[in-house]
Nanobody, 115 residues
Framework: QVQLVESGGGLVQSGGSLRLSCAAS????????MGWYRQAPGKPRVLVAV???????GYTDSVKGRFTISRDNAKNTVYLQMDSLKPEDTAVYYC?????????WGQGTQVTVSS
């Protein structure tokens, strides 16, 4: 069982930055693929960025060059650095831990970008 707790969301002006954190419980954090998803009102939840257990990363096209995902296995934490934020980045951001058939979600953190 893995419990995930996100933090770092808030209100920011267009062009600003935020850093999201996701703290995970459990001693096997390093073996999970970690991801950040987001869900805007009335839209489905979509993948934003992912980082594998080996550190390889992937991003959806709309955030490439602006967002950076990283992980600190010693702290059981995954981060999402978000720069050059746009109003269309407004959403609830969720942390996800995945390994084969195991899939865990955090409660989400709201990110609002004003124009």
């Amino acid at each position: 069982q893995v419990q995930l707790v996100e933090s770092g969301g808030g209100l920011v002006q267009s062009g600003g930055s935020l850093r999201l954190s996701c703290a995970a419980s459990g001693s096997t954090f390093s073996i999970y693929r970690m991801g950040w998803y987001r869900q805007a009102p009335g839209k489905p939840r979509v993948l934003v960025a992912v980082i594998g257990s080996d550190g390889t990363t992937g991003y959806t096209d709309s955030v490439k060059g602006r967002f950076t995902i990283s992980r600190d296995n010693a702290k059981n934490t995954v981060y999402l650095q978000m720069d050059s934020l746009k109003p269309e980045d407004t959403a609830v951001y969720y942390c996800n831990a995945n390994r084969v058939t195991l899939n865990y979600w955090g409660q989400g953190t709201q990110v609002t970008v004003s124009s």
